[in-house]
């Protein structure tokens, strides 16, 4: 069964600096994997996704996501972050495009003005 | 782009009683949906998934008779607490997608606070 560790809870940058954040999976065929936001009491909204082919995926709002599998990471960055980025991110896996999503625990973003 | 739209976004009610949520798929159809559950700071754990004409399956440790769902149609499934207890609050989640290989579309989620 797949499963996904983000390894940071908590993460505060300053507005304007550049953000990182960690996704591991385990899986162990080539793995459907995510990243969506969540701002407090709303759904969830996808960011980006990497299914095949190129392993940096570009996403709404700035994002990008490297697919890397010697390490199984996905990790998620954005060069330069606004004060509206603040919210909770998560990582998914699934075994195919129509399989069940399997989150990470998810990594609180705040943002310092 | 496709659209989950779930009902009600907030719902109070008083222990004993049941509690139906709506998830619908606004431009697409959807043979399949997920329901997924999350406590405060925590993150989403899948409930069931719900299959349009046939019965839902549910994923270990989830109360099927607790936690009953519907799919009667290609837009809609509907998941009600019975006999809801305050263990029961949580924040509840639906998700589809358009088609194999697309990723998933949320609903906005449905607060329950059990009293």
């Known amino acids: 069964a797949q499963s996904v560790t983000q390894p940071d809870i908590h993460i505060t940058v300053s507005e304007g600096a550049s953000l990182e954040l960690r996704c591991n999976y385990s899986?162990?065929?080539?793995?459907?994997l995510f990243w969506y936001v969540q701002s407090p009491g709303q759904g969830l909204q996808l960011l980006l996704k990497y299914f095949s082919g190129d392993t940096l995926v570009q996403g709404i709002k700035g994002f990008e996501a490297e697919f890397k599998r010697s390490q199984s990471s996905f990790n998620l960055r954005k060069p330069s972050v606004h004060w509206s980025d603040a919210a909770e991110y998560f990582c998914?896996?699934?075994?195919?495009?129509?399989?069940?999503?399997?989150f990470g625990q998810g990594t609180r973003l705040t943002i310092n003005p | 782009g496709a659209v989950v739209s779930q009902h009600p976004s907030w719902v109070i009610c008083k222990s004993g009683t049941s509690v139906k949520i709506e998830c619908r798929s606004l431009d697409f159809q959807a043979t399949t949906m997920f329901w997924y559950r999350q406590f405060p700071k925590q993150s989403l754990m899948l409930m069931a998934t719900?299959?349009?004409?046939?019965?839902?399956?549910?994923e270990q440790g989830v109360e099927k008779d607790k936690f009953l769902i519907n799919h009667a149609s290609l837009t809609l499934s509907t998941l009600t607490v019975t006999s809801a207890h305050p263990e029961d609050s949580s924040f509840y989640i639906c998700?589809?997608?358009?088609?194999?290989?697309?990723?998933?579309?949320f609903g906005n989620g449905t607060r329950l606070t059990v009293t």
């Open positions: 998700s589809a997608r358009p088609g194999t290989d697309s990723p998933l579309h």
């Open positions: 899986y162990g065929a080539t793995p459907y």
């Open positions: 719900s299959n349009e004409g046939s019965k839902a399956t549910y």
């Open positions: 998914a896996v699934s075994a195919s495009g129509a399989q069940k999503l399997v």
